[in-house]
């Protein structure tokens, strides 16, 4: 049985009581946190335009957009997938650097709308989903990354597909065929980050998965051995030919991989958060403002070098990529909030002051070996002469690390009240965080979009 086949038996034959206690939790909490920061990036400026985009080219009644919109199922997923991503706020893995629920939880979501599907069903294929982009993107990392692909378009596909595949109850062959479609789709390049497009990597990967299912389920072939074998997905989307397909199948079913995401306390670059938590201390425990500041001097990891473009960022999109706005943002307001990251924000007089007493430097294995490493070290001088100095190892919100209830419920509420009467924001926090319980699909989506769901 090769690497292709195990998955797709794998998916197929996963049903929600294979899945142990601490999977659905984390499954529940990492879904409810995605479906929050969707629903923010729904009422910006970026969701309206995406929210057109789809009326004009994928109209229908399969699926919800949310914010209050329907479409196709296709462009259900597409639109609900940038809008998950868009904010740079969504979920990573620890280990390896993709963003996977962006992708699979609005394919697995948009398919669940148009076949009626349960909250069992939607969970499962989640799951399911998470643990096919987690192995996938093990067997091509680092270097698949390093080369310029944006994993979470790229690899979270697969994810993708996988969920609504599970969803549909499509078999292991057409699962094979499915996974052989979408990896001729699969494309997203880091050469967007720092641009709107970024978000759209997500989208595409969650539709391309959608519909990479769906034609496989209406008979079309493909290669059905895509993971492994000469020119398949692993030799030509890893350079130098590092691909490990082993990571695909050792211990499939054993250990799951949503055990290793995080969740995201700030709506920028994963790999700033141990610098801007460490920031923040600083600020709370020393009383600092701008005015203390002589110099401010953050290491990070080496990976981390080319993922921090901007040091100087001049567009919110860019501002989430930089160590220098998440720094500065801290020092100004004492956290990192979404609002934070408009044109008004960046270019005032002190932000652009803040911005030249911050350097950077970046060092690699910081905290030992790993090509996905989150730590950072923080030197800050002040005027009057003090310095102090503070390193972190694991990311906020990092299993190693997690967030609090407190913190994880606020980050919803955030998320959800531009959109969402404030009395609802309650009941949406917890049917979202039971979407597996019968009828919470269908609830959800009523509150979310204002629109009555037939959805189970």
């Known amino acids: 049985m090769d690497e292709t086949e195990a998955l797709a038996t794998f998916i197929s034959d996963c049903a929600i009581d294979d899945l142990p206690e601490e999977v659905r939790e984390r499954a529940r909490t990492t879904i409810r946190d995605t479906l929050g920061v969707a629903l923010y990036a729904s009422t910006e400026p970026f969701g309206d335009q995406i929210t057109e985009y789809i009326s004009d080219t994928a109209p229908g009644e399969e699926a919800t957009i949310l914010g209050g919109e329907t479409a196709s199922a296709s462009g259900a997923a597409f639109a609900n997938g940038a809008f998950a991503h868009a904010q740079d706020y969504d979920d990573t893995f620890e280990s390896v650097i993709i963003h996977p629920s962006a992708s699979t939880l609005p394919a697995t979501l948009a398919a669940a709308e148009k076949v009626n599907a349960t909250g069992e069903e939607v969970l499962t294929g989640y799951a399911v989903g998470v643990e096919t982009t987690f192995r996938i993107g093990h067997a091509v990392y680092p270097s698949h990354y390093t080369h310029g692909f944006h994993s979470t378009g790229t690899v979270g596909s697969f994810g993708a597909t996988a969920g609504v595949a599970s969803v549909l109850g499509l078999s ?216 102090y100095q503070i390193e972190r190892s694991h990311a906020p919100g990092s299993p190693s690390n997690p967030l609090s209830e407190e913190r994880l419920r606020t980050k919803f509420y955030e998320c959800a009240s531009p959109s969402v009467p404030e009395p609802l924001v309650d009941d949406l926090y917890d049917v979202a965080g039971a979407i597996d319980e019968p009828g919470n699909v269908g609830r959800f989506l009523e509150i979310a979009s204002g629109v009555p769901s037939t959805t189970s």
């Open 172 to 387: 292991d062959v057409e699962i094979r065929r499915a996974f052989g479609i979408v990896a001729s789709c699969s494309s997203s390049l880091l050469a967007n980050a720092g641009t709107m497009t970024k978000a759209l990597h997500a989208g595409h990967a969650a539709r391309t998965g959608l519909d990479a299912a769906l034609l496989a389920r209406n008979g079309i072939t493909s290669n059905e051995s895509i993971l492994s074998g000469e020119r398949g997905y692993g030799e030509v989307m890893t350079p130098g030919n590092s691909y490990d397909s082993s990571s695909i199948t050792d211990d499939l079913g054993e250990t799951w991989a949503i055990m290793d995401l995080g969740i995201k306390p700030y709506p920028c670059g994963r790999i700033t958060h141990t610098a801007i938590e460490a920031m923040r201390e600083l600020v709370e425990t020393e009383s600092l403002t701008p005015e203390d500041i002589e110099c401010i001097h953050v290491t990070l990891e080496k990976a981390a070098e080319d993922l921090m473009t901007y040091d100087r960022p001049s567009t919110p999109e860019e501002g989430r990529a930089s160590i220098e706005m998440g720094l500065v943002a801290t020092l100004r307001d004492g956290d990192v909030r979404p609002e934070q990251f408009s044109y008004d924000f960046l270019q005032e007089s002190e932000t652009q002051e803040l911005f030249d007493r911050i350097e950077r430097d970046f060092e690699p294995n910081l905290f030992g070996d790993g090509f996905a490493n989150y730590g950072a070290q923080l030197r800050v001088q002040t005027i009057s002469g003090e310095e």
